[in-house]
């Protein structure tokens, strides 16, 4: 596949969150859906407009994968739609998407399979494990916590945690750094480019996509080594 070189042996797997290790149709497009009517005062047709412009087609189920919906964070989504609906303060609205999404999350959240038991294998398998996301890093833990795996993961990170967004090399960086790890004895995976562009960027060892995302496997195939259906079957390519 285009990226090189061949990678060396994986000491550490750093994850993305939403359509990685969370089902990201699942998950999320009822959360948005909601969002967007409440934006809209109720008008179905102005809500689909918002919804579009982030990058999900609600007639054909069509999801952009580089788009802010598959993407982005939060304040990037806010900004969108406070701009089209002629919101002021897209901060509150950030905060206010913040918070809803997260309640979501709580009764809604999707697990792509049985994280629990694959972390806990990972775990005994030597390997160090974190969480990279462009989501929030309370939400992020807050999700961890649902998922349960806060206990097997090493290290968190999100949007705001210090290190920069998606698809910098930021995230990646100080994962290294906390664990002790080189970038190439790294494994990056992630549903979206942002994620193996991080990655390759920061020069991990190792960049895997899933198909549990917004992508599909021809756009993922161009930057990641190996591209698999569900992270459930990293072990293949470790
Ligand atoms: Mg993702």
């Given at each position: 596949m285009a990226h090189s070189p061949t990678p060396r042996r994986v000491r550490a797997l750093l994850f993305d969150k939403?359509?990685?290790?969370?089902d990201f149709r699942a998950t999320w497009l009822p959360a948005y859906e909601a969002a967007v009517m409440d934006i809209a005062g109720g008008d179905p047709a102005r809500a689909d407009e918002l919804l579009t412009a982030g990058g999900y087609h609600r007639k054909t189920g069509?999801?952009?994968?580089?788009?802010l919906l598959a993407a982005g964070t939060n304040v990037e989504i806010a900004a969108l739609w406070a701009g089209m609906a002629g919101i002021a303060d897209a901060a509150a609205l950030a905060a206010s998407l913040d918070r809803r999404f997260q309640a979501h999350a709580r009764a809604g959240i999707a697990p792509v399979g049985d994280l629990k038991a694959l972390f806990a294998r990972l775990r005994r398998n030597g390997y160090a494990l974190g969480v990279a996301t462009n989501d929030s890093e309370s939400a992020l833990k807050a999700q961890i916590t649902a998922l349960g795996i806060a206990g097997a993961t090493d290290f968190l990170a999100g949007f705001d945690s210090g290190h920069g967004a998606k698809p910098g090399p930021g995230m990646v960086q100080a994962f290294g750094k906390a664990l002790g790890v080189r970038p190439a004895e790294i494994a990056v995976i992630g549903d979206s480019l942002h994620d193996l562009e991080m990655g390759r960027r920061a020069g991990a060892g190792l960049l895997v996509g899933v198909l549990?995302?917004?992508?599909d496997r021809r756009t993922l195939a161009a930057m990641a080594h190996h591209v698999l259906?569900?992270?459930?079957?990293?072990e293949r390519v470790l």
């Open positions: 939403d359509g990685t290790l969370i069509a999801i952009d994968p580089r788009s549990t995302g917004a992508s259906e569900n992270v459930m079957e990293i």
